[in-house]
C-alpha cells in the first residue's frame, strides 16, 4: 500500500481523479484484451452508471409471523432472475435469492432452524439483534453443509427492522453476495400503537438495496477490483431485481431501506426533490420524524422513512449526487464508498385503488433515554487500518490475498479475544480511520452517537444505532445488556464484507 494512496482516500480530489483515470484505463484495456467480460466497465467511480429498460415490479419477500412454532430457514442454491431474460447461480432461505421477513415481537423467544444445503459452511449472525453471545451467530457458530442449527432467540428490545446474513470466517462477502440476506421486523407496543403505515406490502414495504456485476450473459460475477474498495457493482438489485418498480397507495408510504451491499454507500433521495420524514434507525425509532431530503446509509444500515404520496404524484428514488447546493458544496470533492455513482433505486407509482394511510404521522415515536456521559465510564479506542505494513497476520487461516487490514494493529484471530467488557455498564467508544472510510458496526448492542467527524450529531442520526459510517473518527455510548463468552463471544467489524473477510474485525466477551 503506498502512501500516496492513502492520501488519496483522505479524499484529495486531484490525486483521486489520478488514480481514477488509470483504474478506468485498465480496466478498459483489461476488457480489450480478454474480450470477454462485462457488458460496460465496471468501475467508472464518478458517473452515471446505467440503469436499463423495462421496469420489473418489485417483489416483496413473504412475511413469516414468527413466535412459539419454529422457523425453518433452508439455506439452498438456486437459479435467479435479476435481469429480464436471463439468471444466475444464487443463494437464499427457503428460496434461490434473499429470503422471507420474519415479524417477531418484543418478550418473545422465537424459535428458528437454520437447515444448510450448500456445500460449504455458513454461520448466520442475526445483524442488530440484542441476543446473548451463544445465539448471535458468529463466526463460532458454523452450520456445516448438510447440517442445521435450531436456536430461540429470545427478542428483548424495541421496534426496528434487523437482518440476517453470513458471518462465516474470511466467507462473508462472497456468501451474502450469493443472496443469503432475509429481513427481521421486531414490533413492540410503542410501534404498534403508534398510527404509522404498517401494511406489509402495501404501504409498509422492504427495500433491500445490493449493487452487482452482470457478464455478458447476465450472470451475477464476485469480482473485486481492489479490495480497498471492497465490492463494488455497477448496477443495483433492489429485492432482487434490477429496474424495479412498484404500485403504491396515494397516502403515506413507509420504506424500510436496508443497505445490504458489500461495501457500497448510498445517498438515498427523491429525484423530484421531495422533503420525506426519516422515522428510524438501525435500532428503534426516532424521538420525532424529522424531515429530511436525503439519507446516506453505508453497508449494514437500516433506515425506516415515511414518503407522502397523497398529491398522487410518482416518486423515483435515486442515489448519487443531489442537483442543486449540495452537489456545489461537494464540488469535485472525492467521497467514499462510490457515493458519486448515480443509480435509478425504485420506481413508485401511485395506485389510487389501494388502501391509503392517510392519518397524518405522529409528532412523537419515541422517548429515548440519553443518558450523560460519566467521567468515569469505561473508554476504549478502536482504529481500523488497511495495508500491508508487517503486522501480524490471522493465524487461523481465511485471508486471501497479502493485503492486511485489521483494528488497532490486529487482524481478526478467532482464537484471541481483543477486547472484554463488563454486562449493563455504559462505555464510550471511540473509533477511527487510519486509512479510508469504514462502517463500524458492533454485534448484541445498540449505541447512541456522540459525535461523527468532530461535528454533533444532527437530530437525524439520534436514534439507536448499531452501524456508523467512520471517515476519520466516531464516538458512541453503549451498553450491553447480554452476556457472550469467549467460546461465543461477540463481533466488531468494518461492515465493507472484504474487508471484514480480510480481518478487519476483533471479537469481545460481555461479562
Ligand atoms: Cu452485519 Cu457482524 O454483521
Ligand atoms: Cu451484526
Ligand atoms: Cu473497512
Known sequence: MSEKKRTVRKGIGEVMDRRQAIKVGIGLGALGLMGVGLTRPAFLAGTTVRQTG?????PVPRLIEAGSEPVELTMQSGRHSFLIGSDSPTAGFNG?????????????????????QLTEAVAIHGHGLHVPGAVDGGPQREVPPGGEWAVELPIRQEACTSWFHPHTHGKTGPQTHQGLAAL??????????LPLPSTYGIDDLPVVVQDRIFDRRGEMVYSIDDPEDGFMGDTVVVNGIVDATREVPAGLVRLRLLNASNARYYRFRFADGRVFHKIATDGGFLDEPVPVHEVVMVPGERNEIVVDFSDGRDATLVSGPASGDSAGRRGGRWEPGGLRDSFQILELTVDASLPAHTTPLPTQLNSIDRPIVQSHWRRRRFEMFMGGDGRRRDSSGGLDNGMMMGINGRAMDMAFINERVSLREWEVWDIRSRDGSHPFH???????????EGRPIPEEDRGWKDTVQVDDQAEFIVRFEHEATAEYPYMYHCHILEHEDRGMMGQFTVT
Do not use: A, W
Request: glycine share 6%.
Open 54 to 58: 423495462p421496469k420489473r415490479r418489485m
Open 96 to 116: 434461490p435469492y434473499l429470503g422471507p421477513t420474519l415479524r417477531v415481537r418484543d418478550g418473545v423467544n422465537v424459535p428458528l432452524v437454520y437447515r444448510n
Open 184 to 193: 427481521m421486523i421486531i414490533e413492540d407496543e410503542n410501534s404498534q400503537s
Open 442 to 452: 458492533v454485534h448484541g448492542c445498540s449505541f447512541l452517537l456522540l459525535s461523527r
